[in-house]
């Protein structure tokens, strides 16, 4: 189909777990083989988990996953793994990559320009954030994701109309129940749920979305092409392999392991957890700077809860000198911490 | 670059606007993708500068294993950053004979050495008169990179 100037406009509706999925990727196949630009809406009629296209299964807690009924499926975006629900409405954009800047950094912060100007219509004062967060205050209001498909590259994004805080966090594999607790914790704080009328929601985006992109929105349908795409996508989405996730992937390692794991909250919020020797430290960071910390060293006589004291408000940075005062438990815990940062996706 | 002094390549290079590009290799304009020779039949691939820079922090990344077949203009691995996942797009056909592990473990290496430890992979040729079509010239490699940087700053992507 020839590229007429328009915005195609499909809400899908309530649609199954799997199909929120593969819906909209077989769409980034369409507009890629030139269907035009396409805003598409879902919203998945039962709660699932979702990880992002680099990301390792062993970041989730399949236990749980398993034990309360919740699919486990890998995006071809980025981002990490997110709990989902029916009480998020899922938006995607799809463009064709040659529409946006080539700068990842800079096509991104385009697409997700209506995304603000949306929530403002419906009288949430969103904001794009430094750390690259659509928040209300201090909250991420908005997950998003985003990836290039073939020739079209697709941002994702929701809006949130309700937030289960106890499962997002629940789903996550986290060994160290002190950083389960803080993590839970600061998802409480952090993610908030934003209760617009998705019907509202969904028209002001889409005549965000037709201006941004200067194109008259119609709604439309999936072509023949994107149907067949759609069952590829979905025994693809469906196949071990495909959620394994791609063979030689690899990167600042964030699952549970001897580095310790990381668990971001949104972005600058984050916790961390590491054990070394018999000791063992969890700790919120905000902003770089340790907000909780809990510490575990039968090793410090004692002297544990002092440490604790002494590292918050610390930057990450400097917490390994304040830890290294504490003897040999002190620096394997100092050890344990260094780099966390850097490795927290 | 954003990040801090930018290592200089081993060889000649050019400066432009900050950027130091290696005179040793080709490029391919659209990707951000350089080419160099490592031996009869044999290339290395890598990312420059400003393709590591206008990708934001780069966090992950995934690419083929030794033996697999590149195509020119498909991709061969997937680069992660800020939350976008995107292709590395090869511009030679031939076959993966090499991957830079160190690369695999930290993305980050391309953003610090792009030209040095940063490198991809590294590949056997299938058709050398694929590289034709590169960037060589110095004066055509900063024609291009001068016109990209301008790009970049008028719409804000990079500061300059």
Redesign the interface.
């Known amino acids: 189909m020839p590229d007429s100037g328009t915005l195609r406009v499909i809400d899908f509706g309530q649609v199954t777990p799997l199909r929120s999925q593969t819906l909209w990727h077989a769409v980034g196949y369409g507009v890629s083989a030139g269907e035009p630009p396409t805003l598409t809406f879902a919203r998945p009629s039962a709660p699932y988990v979702c990880l992002?296209?680099?990301?390792d299964l062993a970041e989730i807690d399949h236990d749980y996953c398993r034990a309360h009924d919740l699919p486990v499926y890998r995006r071809?975006?980025?981002?990490g793994p997110v709990y989902l629900d029916q009480r998020q409405l899922f938006f995607q954009i799809c463009v064709p990559a040659g529409d946006v800047?080539?700068?990842?950094?800079?096509?991104?912060a385009g697409l997700l320009a209506p995304v603000v100007t949306a929530f403002e219509a419906v009288g949430i004062a969103a904001r794009l954030d430094s750390a690259?967060e659509i928040c209300l205050g201090e909250a991420k209001i908005c997950g998003?994701?985003?990836?290039?498909i073939e020739n079209a590259v697709v941002v994702c994004g929701n809006l949130i109309e309700a937030f289960d805080h106890d499962r997002a966090a629940a789903i996550l594999a986290m060994p160290d129940p002190a950083q389960r607790d803080q993590t839970a914790a600061l998802m409480r704080r952090y993610v908030a749920a934003t209760p617009a009328d998705p019907g509202a929601f969904a028209a002001a985006l889409t005549g965000a979305y037709a201006t941004a992109l200067g194109r008259d929105p119609r709604p439309g349908h999936l072509s023949a092409g994107e149907l067949a795409a759609v069952t590829e996508l979905d025994e693809l989405f469906t196949s071990p392999d495909w959620l394994a996730g791609?063979?030689?992937?690899?990167?600042?390692p964030a699952a549970p392991g001897a580095a310790g794991r990381g668990v971001k909250v949104r972005g600058g919020v984050w916790t961390f957890a590491a054990s070394s020797g018999g000791a063992r430290i969890a700790a919120s960071v905000i902003a770089g700077r340790l907000e909780q910390v809990s510490l575990t060293a039968p090793a410090m006589n004692g002297q544990a809860r002092a440490a604790e004291r002494a590292l918050v408000g610390l930057p990450v940075a400097g917490a390994a000198d304040a830890l290294r005062q504490f003897g040999e438990p002190g620096s394997q815990l100092a050890a344990a911490l260094a780099g966390a940062e850097?490795r927290v996706? | 670059m954003s990040s801090g002094p930018q290592p200089r390549a081993a060889g000649p290079v050019v400066r432009v606007r900050g950027f130091d590009l290696a005179l040793d290799r080709r490029y391919e304009p659209a990707t951000h993708i350089w080419v160099a020779d490592a031996g009869p039949g044999l290339v290395r691939i890598g990312m420059d500068p400003l393709g590591a820079e206008t990708s934001g922090t780069l966090a992950q990344i995934s690419l083929p294993g030794v033996g697999a077949d590149l195509a020119a203009g498909r991709p061969f691995g997937q680069l992660e950053a800020v939350k976008f996942v995107g292709p590395l797009t090869s511009p030679v056909s031939g076959t993966v004979r090499a991957v830079n592990d160190a690369v695999a473990a930290d993305p980050g290496l391309i953003e610090r050495d792009p030209f040095g430890a940063g490198w991809l992979i590294e590949a056997e040729l299938a058709d050398p008169a694929e590289l034709d079509g590169l960037l060589t010239d110095a004066a055509e490699i900063t024609a291009w990179y001068e016109a990209r940087i301008e790009d970049y700053v008028r719409t804000g992507a990079i500061a300059r």
């Open positions: 992002g296209y680099h990301r071809m975006v980025g981002g800047s080539p700068s990842r950094r800079d096509a991104l690259g998003h994701g985003a990836g290039q791609p063979a030689r992937t690899s990167g600042r850097g996706l």
